[in-house]
């Protein structure tokens, strides 16, 4: 990229990009300029040139946009957390709606029978797991704790934020006030925030052992935070509560009766209350009966296999990491559901001599990483199953998985829909539902 020093130039806002930049076209190049909105009439610095767009930046808006609101996070535009703050969240819908179903047209070449109404939940302290950067900054004279800088990869200069749920959203001054008091306090480059329903745990990788001294400050923390501190000298293996045994963390889903117990490193849905939601519409959706055998893939915790197994006849669960599978286990007899099966397979590999594959299902629910389900597919459309739910956290993936179904399973795409659970960010939640 070619960077650039040039005046300022008027210009109008046309479309938003799948990063949330505003989309000017000047002399039939496309300008990207972060911050502004379609209709908006802008005036605008160029700063990096490419070869088929230039990169701005947003100097003063003329003629601003009906969905334009005040960002309430102070930190909005120096912090990467978020890039939509300026846009009202039913106008974050619609755009986020937009992409899913040009991607399904484009990339799958397939559209929904019917859209489904955006699922919704707070648009503000909904986020319970973070990663947070750490750094101690000598020329400033403190230590950081933050998300990285939107544009650099530095830890942005926070002291607070708006999405992470309480207590987590206001510890970063006293995580930074903490840490500079450590004897490592250059060797813990992160924290991991896991806000439980019973405790907010911070993982402190920590790359050298906390002196005596370091671990009464800790201590002195926890108590005075009402946090759990786990320390994490190597890989996740080695994380460790501060004080010893500890009570496992759990979150609850009230409409199934159902605790679920995790690790602090465990993947867990980001959005709490809307993953309560999407728990309870993906059941309904599929719609299984107590005839039914279900087959969950990817189903780490068992965040919908333990729900769909209060309504299916049987459950099977299949996870990559046993780890989580072992956990997957655990929480069904914590909640007493003895019809489920859990097993650990390799859902991105060879699955020809996995047993699992060979029973049928009458139901499949699918919940990919953002790689999506391709490998996995051939099973899904030989298990027999009438109905699909397929929760996707990219909606390129969904769509090619989207056409694949289609076009050589014999399925139909019966609706689709986006959810909101990274409100402020660019990251498109979707949920599709496929029959045969």
């Known amino acids: 990229m070619k960077r650039l020093s040039v ?27 972060a911050d502004s909105l379609p209709g908006e009439r802008v005036v605008m610095r160029r700063v990096g040139r490419h070869r088929r767009y230039d990169e701005a930046v947003l100097e003063q808006v003329l003629r601003a946009s009906a969905d334009r609101v005040p960002a309430e996070c102070p930190h909005f535009g120096l912090c990467g957390g978020c890039a939509l703050q300026h846009l009202a969240p039913a106008a974050q819908l619609a755009f986020k709606q937009a992409q899913l179903i040009e991607n399904l047209a484009r990339l799958g070449d397939v559209e ?29 004279g403190r230590v950081l704790v933050g998300f990285r800088e939107r544009s650099a990869p ?46 907010c745990a911070l993982v402190l990788r920590v790359l050298d052992e906390p002196s005596a001294a370091d671990l009464d400050l800790l201590a002195g923390f926890e108590r005075e935070h009402a946090v759990r501190i786990y320390l994490q000298p190597g890989g996740i293996e ?77 459950v099977v669960g299949i996870e990559g990491e046993q780890g989580l599978v072992e956990r997957a286990r655990r929480n069904a007899v914590l909640n007493g559901l003895a019809n489920t099966a859990f097993y650990a397979s390799n859902l991105e590999g060879d699955m020809s001599e996995a047993t699992w594959t060979r029973g049928g299902y009458d139901r499949v629910l699918l919940d990919p990483p953002r790689a999506g389900a391709r490998e996995v597919l051939p099973v899904v459309g030989a298990s027999g199953a009438a109905r699909v739910v397929y929760i996707s956290c990219h909606p ?41």
């Not at 955006?118 to 000598?138: D, F, I, N």
Request: aromatic share 6%; hydrophobic share 50%; net charge neutral.
């Open 396 to 436: 390129g993936s969904l769509a090619r998985d989207a056409g694949i179904l289609v076009r050589e399973h014999g399925f139909r795409l019966a609706a689709a829909g986006v959810m909101d659970m990274f409100p402020h960010t660019t990251h498109v939640e979707a949920m599709a539902v496929f029959e045969r």
């Open 238 to 314: 080695t994380i460790r509560p501060l004080g010893g045994a500890v009570e496992p963390l759990h979150y609850l889903l009230p409409a199934f009766g159902l605790r679920i117990e995790f690790e602090p490193a465990d993947f867990i849905q980001v959005n709490g209350a809307l993953n309560e939601a999407m728990v309870s519409r993906a059941v309904d959706l599929l719609d299984p009966g107590p005839g039914h055998r279900v087959l969950d893939l990817f189903c780490g915790l068992g965040n919908f296999s333990l729900p769909l197994a209060t309504r299916a006849g049987q």
């Open 7 to 33: 005046a300022p130039e008027e210009a109008d806002i046309v479309d938003l990009s799948h990063e949330a930049k505003g989309v000017a076209r000047v002399d039939g190049k496309a300008v990207f300029v």
């Open 112 to 140: 929904p029978g019917r859209v489904l109404d955006p699922l919704t939940g707070p648009v503000w302290a909904y986020r319970r797991r973070a990663r947070l950067g750490v750094k101690l900054v000598p020329k400033k």
């Open 154 to 199: 530095y830890v942005a200069d926070l002291h607070e934020c708006r999405v992470l749920v309480p207590p987590a959203g206001a510890l970063m001054d006293p995580l930074a006030a903490l840490v500079a008091k450590l004897s490592i306090a250059a060797r813990m480059p992160q924290v991991e925030v896991a806000v439980a329903d019973n405790a």
